[in-house]
């Protein structure tokens, strides 16, 4: 009786012990691979700290106020206000103060909902991205996606034909766990899903998935790019040929478990039904952790990098050192790294997205298997075709790491395309997200030769938002003098008048303001700003390298920033063919979007408050608390065919739709063969195969 007694006290202490909490980071801590369930756990464990939240929200509605079109993506004018296409209608204003007052279960889903609330802008510049949750697990599938068009003219959704070789390679031993989630017959033999023709995507039509990506995933305006954003395709980086997943394959958030296909494969007449589970890799850019505690430390707290900096309190070593520091943004700009002096010194108009550019190899049997000219650099590569007339510039980006032999390069490689014979040419700008605005304007002009549309002014007119806190930075600048090493994107020595004429340092250049009604709002601009780039730093031929009836750019749609400017003014204003490849055939292509001017981001502005002591001013964004970027369009670029209006929501049809085939997709020489082929085979620019907007 007494040992009973004991037992049932101890029985008794026990239940009344409480159990220690699961901490869901720890159990996944150190492991590169997990389940999207594993990680999605350890990122809804953390609580919103309303301290946090609050500084969140003030800090991103303060800073908007420089962005140039929030009041403009209230309901973006035509022909982007059809919902089929575009439909952007997003206030963020409003719906910040709808996030500010609603509650959350994690902090996880808070930023979820600002996340996607800026993603309904399809703004590749006008972003929040937290390294706290975005791409600190990206979830894969071994299956990319890829829509061709068969002999008969029908087009439909395949597994890549390349699937298998990217996966292998990529994921390592990994792809046994793929390989063993197949049924049946199936397990083990996923290579013979290359190449398959996928009749639905989780019991549906696969354009159902397709569709509701495009809505979801942002970035651009047209809504055929968007669709676009979900199948593979390849661009040309800083050090190779490289393959991009696709919306499908590769997610930002590990929000989805499993997707179940209906296939058909090559040489088969039976139709498989295959369950495979996503799985979520830590990033490459995610900092290790042992626990939730430091999982928060390492990933999710301010650093020194997040902020911005008064470039007149830091030492000279600190600011020589902060200055060859890329930006906090710089791991999710569509771009090679670029530090903060070569930003400053060379404006930029880049695309930024949650999904950091792909560092998977394009498999090498699908590279050019000829090498490229030796006059080629990083993102830029010439090749001359078997035609011996058709040269090729494979422009992966509008920057690259050293400014100079950028320019050089693309001089160099037009020389010698032409001395090989090259009497048109090829610019393939696919997954191109933009880069150097000045690069943009020396590449048009060295195509295009001497003439009233490349100088003085190559690229587009711009203004800049001109609110209250603006206002007051150009006074402190030019009244106080408060820059005197010019340093600053608000000082008037950077920028010319609508005539092409520089400003002196004596100039408050936002004036004469600009005061416009935009979708009922009120709103004020900078008076029209001319070229910025022009006496170029390397002298440029007088005559040009190509007629424009003999240049052909191409993409996949996915040309932003930058690479939009370079490729509206060489089709609007020479009158360069544009093609899209792949793009579904009842859905308008643009060979462009995302225009903007110059894009930046929070830390740059609040540099440019600090530097002028504004930091305490009432409009002025505090210290941001979490580990966020911000992206907004600091200048916006004006129309060719309508110059009062932005070029941004400006008709940017593609001539051709091109097709691809299972023998051409992600093959660059392949479809710069065929497009050539069709492109160059005619004297006159094909009619349009794409619908346009009415």
């Known amino acids: 009786m007494i040992l009973l007694g004991l037992l049932t006290l101890v029985v008794l202490a026990a239940a009344n012990i409480a159990p220690t909490p699961l901490d869901h980071c720890a159990a996944i801590a150190g492991k590169q691979w997990v389940s999207p369930l594993e990680a999605r756990s350890c990122m809804h464990s953390f609580p919103v700290d309303p301290v946090v939240k609050e500084n969140i929200i003030e800090v991103v509605n303060k800073t908007i106020a420089m962005h140039t079109s929030v009041n403009y993506q209230i309901q973006a004018p035509k022909p982007f206000d059809k919902a089929r296409y575009t439909d952007v209608h997003e206030d963020l204003h409003k719906d910040l103060a709808r996030i500010s007052q609603q509650g959350y279960q994690s902090e996880f889903q808070f930023h979820l909902d600002l996340f996607h609330t800026f993603r309904r802008l399809n703004d590749g510049h006008c972003v929040v991205i937290n390294y706290c949750y975005d791409s600190l697990y990206i979830s894969y599938l071994p299956t990319p996606l890829v829509l061709l068009t068969g002999a008969d003219g029908r087009q439909n959704v395949h597994i890549a034909p390349e699937a298998f070789a990217v996966a292998s390679t990529e ?154 520091e890329p930006l906090p943004v710089a791991y999710f700009q569509q771009q090679p790294l670029i530090s903060r002096k070569e930003a400053r010194r060379h404006p930029m108009n880049v695309f930024i997205d949650a999904l950091p550019l792909s560092n998977i190899d394009l498999p090498e049997v699908m590279q050019p298997s000829e090498p490229a000219l030796n006059e080629s650099y990083s993102v830029a590569q010439f090749y001359m075709l078997s035609d011996n007339t058709t040269g090729v510039l494979a422009l992966g980006s509008f920057s690259a790491a050293n400014f100079s032999a950028f320019q050089y390069s693309l001089l160099d490689g037009l020389v010698k395309l032409k001395s090989l014979g090259a009497t048109q040419l090829l610019v393939d700008v696919t997954n191109n997200g933009g880069g150097y605005i000045c690069i943009a304007h020396w590449l048009h002009r060295i195509i295009i030769g001497s003439r009233s549309t490349t100088e003085p002014q190559a690229g587009l007119d711009t203004t800049t938002r001109a609110g209250p806190l603006a206002q007051l930075i150009v006074k402190k600048i030019v009244k106080d003098g408060m820059d005197p090493d010019t340093l600053l994107y608000y000082n008037p020595t950077q920028w010319t008048n609508a005539s092409n004429i520089p400003f002196s340092a004596e100039t408050e250049w936002l004036e004469p303001l600009q005061k416009v009604s935009i979708n009922g709002h009120e709103d004020v601009f900078s008076q029209r700003l001319g070229q910025e780039c022009q006496p170029f730093d390397v002298e440029a031929p007088q005559k040009g390298f190509f007629k424009a009836k003999d240049v052909a750019i191409i993409s996949n749609g996915r040309c932003a920033s930058s690479c939009s400017l370079f490729s509206i003014t060489m089709s609007k204003l020479e009158g360069v063919r544009t093609v899209v490849v792949g793009g579904k055939q009842d859905t308008p292509q643009q060979y462009c979007g995302i225009v903007g001017g110059q894009s930046t981001d929070f830390s740059t502005i609040d540099t440019e408050i600090k530097s002028v002591h504004l930091k305490n001013h009432t409009l002025a964004p505090p210290d941001l608390l979490a580990n966020i970027v911000q992206g907004i369009t600091w200048r916006l670029g004006y129309g060719i065919n309508d110059p009062m209006e932005p070029e941004e929501w400006q008709d940017h049809a593609a001539d051709i739709n091109f097709p691809l085939t299972m023998e051409t997709v992600n093959r660059p020489i392949a479809i710069w063969e065929a497009v050539a082929k069709e492109m160059f085979s005619i004297a006159t620019p094909p009619p349009l195969l794409v619908q346009t907007f009415d």
């Open 171 to 324: 994921f390592g031993d990994e792809i046994e766990f793929w390989q063993d989630s197949l049924p049946g017959k199936l397990k083990g033999q996923l290579e013979t899903l290359n190449g398959a023709e996928v009749i639905a995507i989780n019991g549906q039509d696969p354009f159902v998935a397709v569709d509701a990506n495009a809505l979801v995933t942002g970035g651009y305006q047209s809504f055929g790019t968007r669709q676009n954003s979900f199948f593979s395709s390849y661009y040309r980086g800083s050090n190779g040929w490289l393959y991009q997943m696709g919306n499908f394959a590769q997610q930002v958030h590990p929000l989805t478990d499993v997707v179940k296909l209906t296939i058909r494969r090559i040489n088969s007449t039976s139709i498989d039904i295959v369950t495979l589970p996503y799985r979520s890799r830590f990033g490459l850019a995610s900092k290790n952790f042992t626990d939730s505690a430091s999982y928060r430390a390492n990933n999710c707290l301010a650093t020194n990098e997040t902020n911005g900096v008064d470039m007149y309190a830091v030492s000279h070593s600190t600011a020589q050192q902060h200055s060859e």
